[in-house]
C-alpha cells in the first residue's frame, strides 16, 4: 500500500485503549488530515497524553482500529514498525531526554537510528535544529542542567529532527515564557507550511490554540465530545467547549498576541 498518498494521517474508529483493567480512551473516532495543525484539548487526567501514546500503539489496545500514516500501528513489530516510527516524531510532557546524555547526543539518537548520514553531518543536522528552538548554546548540558522551557524546546527539537511527516507533541509551549512560546508556535506553522508537516499538539494555552490551529479535537472522559475547525470551535454551544475556552482565555498570557503580530 502506498502510505504516502493516505490523505489522513490519523484515522480511529472507536478507537479505545487503557492500562491493565483500565479503560482510558472509550471511544474515539476522528480524522486528521495531512499537512493539518490539530490541537488536543481538554480537563487535567481526561487522556490527552494517553491519546498521543496511543497512535504510535504505546498503549495496550482495547478495542476499535487506528491507522496512523496508513498503518495499522497495533499490528507493526519489528523493521516496519522501525520504519514507522522514523515517520513520526513525538515530544514528550516532560521532554522525555535520556538524562545521562547532552542535548547532542539526545539529538543525535533519532538520526543513528534512522539513517547512515556521517557523524558530522548528524552533528550539523542537530545544530541547525536546535537554532530552530534556540537552544544551540545547550548543546553541551545534560537535561538536568536544562530549566523547563529548554527541556520542552530540546523535546521538540528531537521531535522534529528527522523532519517526519507527522510531530506528535504534548504542552510544548507549558511552562514557556510568551515570546518563547509565540516563536514555538511559528516554527510549528512554518513546519506545517514549507514542509507539509502534520501536527498533533496537545494544549490548553488558548493563545497558541488560536496561532496554530486548523482543528480543535476535545476529550472529555475517554469520548471525543467536539471535532470541528477552530472557529467552529470558538462559536460552540457545547458547555464543555465554551467552559474551556472560557478558562483558557483566562489562563492564556496577556499581550502575547501583539507579540505574535510583530513576529509576522
Ligand atoms: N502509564 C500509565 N499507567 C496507568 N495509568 C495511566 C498511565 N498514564 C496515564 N494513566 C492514567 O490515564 C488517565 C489519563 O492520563 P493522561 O496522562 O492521558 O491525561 P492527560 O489528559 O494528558 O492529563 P494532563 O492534562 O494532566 O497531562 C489518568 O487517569 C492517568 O492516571
Ligand atoms: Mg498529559
Redesign the pocket.
Given at each position: 500500500m502506498d502510505t504516502q498518498q493516505t490523505p489522513y494521517v490519523v484515522e480511529a474508529e472507536h478507537f479505545a485503549v487503557?492500562?491493565?483493567e483500565?479503560t482510558?480512551?472509550h471511544d474515539i473516532t476522528t480524522k486528521i488530515k495531512r499537512g493539518s495543525v490539530t490541537c488536543i484539548c481538554?480537563?487535567?487526567?481526561?487522556?490527552?497524553?494517553?491519546?498521543?501514546?496511543a497512535t504510535i500503539g504505546l498503549?495496550p489496545h482495547k478495542g476499535g482500529q487506528v491507522r496512523v500514516l496508513g498503518e495499522d500501528v497495533n499490528a507493526l513489530d519489528g523493521e516496519a514498525r522501525s520504519a514507522f516510527l522514523a515517520r513520526v516524531g513525538f515530544m514528550y510532557?516532560n521532554g522525555g531526554l535520556i538524562n545521562s546524555l547532552t542535548v547532542l547526543d539526545n539529538l543525535k539518537i533519532p538520526l543513528m537510528a534512522h539513517t547512515n548520514l556521517k557523524d558530522d553531518v548528524i552533528e550539523e543536522l542537530v545544530y541547525h535544529k536546535l537554532a530552530q528552538v534556540q537552544l544551540t548554546h545547550a548543546v553541551h548540558l545534560l537535561p538536568g542542567e536544562l530549566s523547563g522551557g529548554m527541556l520542552k524546546r530540546a523535546g521538540f527539537a528531537r521531535a522534529m529532527v528527522l523532519e517526519p511527516e507527522l510531530v506528535l507533541s504534548?504542552?510544548p509551549s507549558a511552562g514557556l515564557d510568551p515570546v518563547t512560546a509565540a516563536d514555538l508556535d511559528a516554527l510549528m506553522v512554518r513546519l506545517k507550511e514549507e514542509l507539509g508537516m502534520t501536527l498533533i499538539v496537545?494544549t490548553?494555552d488558548l493563545d497558541s490554540i488560536k496561532r496554530i490551529a486548523d482543528r480543535i479535537v476535545m476529550?472529555d472522559k475517554?469520548y471525543v465530545k467536539f471535532d470541528g475547525p477552530l472557529d467552529e470551535a470558538l462559536q460552540s454551544d457545547l458547555p464543555l467547549v465554551k467552559n474551556f475556552f472560557a478558562r483558557a482565555s483566562k489562563e492564556g498570557h496577556p499581550g502575547v498576541n501583539s507579540l505574535w503580530q510583530k513576529l509576522n
Open positions: 487503557g492500562y491493565g483500565r482510558i480512551l481538554g480537563g487535567s487526567g481526561c487522556g490527552k497524553s494517553t491519546f498521543l501514546r498503549v510532557q504534548d504542552e496537545v490548553h476529550l475517554g
